[in-house]
């Protein structure tokens, strides 16, 4: 069974950090795009970064750039969001997705196979 589990969501106040995490299991690992995505209500889901290849490929959505950093830990199986800086424009709820085959050169949900059920991030002002 295909799992992706997040964690690390939580109440923060602006210009304070968290750190996501996306436990994977059910398929290899090495052999998966993972990514981030974030839903806030009311607003479409936005693909926010992405990692394959143990690194050698990163992806991250303008509004993210400088503030987040993806990582992942092949062993644990884990990848993990970073995020700095953060805004109140940043609060949603976070998905992390698995995805075998990436056509596309952004962080789109199309790409993705499996999903989390998602780990909210609220960040006050």
């Known amino acids: 069974e295909v799992q992706l589990v997040e964690s690390g969501g939580g109440l923060v106040q602006a210009g304070g950090s968290l750190r996501l995490s996306c436990a994977v299991s059910g398929f290899t690992f090495d052999d998966y795009a993972i990514a981030w995505f974030r839903q806030a209500p009311g607003k479409e889901r936005e693909g926010v970064s992405r990692?394959?290849?143990?690194?050698?490929?990163?992806v991250y959505a303008e509004s993210v750039k400088g503030r987040f950093t993806i990582s992942s830990d092949n062993a644990k199986k884990t990848v993990y969001l970073q995020m700095n800086s953060l805004k109140p424009e940043d609060t949603a709820v976070y998905y992390c997705?698995?995805?075998?085959?990436?056509?596309?050169?952004?962080?789109?949900?199309?790409?993705?196979?499996?999903w989390g059920q998602g780990t909210q991030v609220t960040v006050s002002s």
């Open positions: 990692i394959r290849d143990s690194g050698a490929d990163i």
């Open positions: 997705a698995g995805a075998h085959t990436i056509y596309s050169d952004y962080v789109e949900s199309y790409d993705y196979d499996y």
